[in-house]
């Protein structure tokens, strides 16, 4: 059962770039009101290293008081089955806040039985509009996460993969899962190297399912960097 809602996640996780326009703004109507406007602005790309100096760490998500250079806008299918509060600050993993997400199963049981989040630049841009970084010499993306009560399952964790027939497109995806969560904090890493990241809008998501998950699942996430 798991095998077949993977399968199916994955085509969905590919087909919401190509239903962008039916996907925004409404699917993250009302689930901006935590995100600091500063990350609204556009973005400027990164100097690509070469032989310079090493990558400098380029964060999706540091702290809530942060300068994080990606926007959780990009719920999917809907959001009505899912709340992030990215100001929680019981046991975060490093700074003073981390990233609580909470799937309700029991509402998703009810509908698409799916859901994930994007965190976009600019916000709710499935590659219909410019922005995005240039992410050159980057090797791979680092993150911490971990379970309310363990055996959360996540189907996928990404980077990369959007609006790929719309007019600015990520220009690569790298993907780990399925990734089964613990209840103590643990760095997970999605290898980059020989990657393409010279146009990333997608900079982090994640997504999985109620056949995975079937009791609950909140998890908990940090520290966010491409580096």
């Not at 999706?60 to 990009?74: A, C, E, I, L, M």
């Not at 859901?115 to 911490?144: C, E, H, M, S």
């Not at 996460?145 to 995806?173: C, V």
């Not at 980059?192 to 982090?204: A, E, H, P, V």
Request: glycine share 10%; aromatic share 12%; with cysteine.
């Amino acid at each position: 059962m798991i095998k077949r809602s993977f399968y199916s996640i994955s085509v969905l996780f590919l087909a919401v770039s190509v239903a962008a326009c039916s996907n925004t703004p409404g699917a993250a109507a009302g689930k901006q009101s935590s995100v600091d406007a500063r990350n609204t602005a556009v973005p400027t790309a990164v100097k690509p290293q070469g032989q310079g100096p090493a990558f400098e760490p380029f964060f999706v998500y540091q702290d809530k008081s942060s300068r994080n250079r990606y926007t959780p806008s990009g719920y999917m299918p809907t959001g009505d089955c899912l709340s992030l509060d990215d100001a929680w600050q019981h046991d975060v993993k490093d700074g003073k806040t981390c990233i609580r997400v909470v799937y309700d199963i029991a509402c998703s049981r009810e509908g698409r039985k799916w859901a994930g989040i994007y965190w976009q630049n600019p916000p709710d841009n499935w590659g219909t509009r410019k922005g995005g970084y240039n992410l050159t010499g980057a090797a791979r993306l680092v993150f911490w996460a971990k379970g309310e009560m363990g055996g959360e399952r996540i189907e996928e964790f990404r980077i990369g993969g959007l609006g790929a027939s719309q007019l600015y497109p990520d220009s690569d995806t790298a993907v780990i899962g399925p990734v089964i969560l613990s209840k103590e904090w643990k760095e997970y890493i999605i290898d980059l190297r020989g990657k393409d990241l010279s146009y990333i809008s997608g900079g982090f998501a994640w997504v999985t399912n109620v056949d995975a998950n079937p009791h609950h699942c909140t998890f908990y996430l940090d520290n966010i960097r491409f580096e």
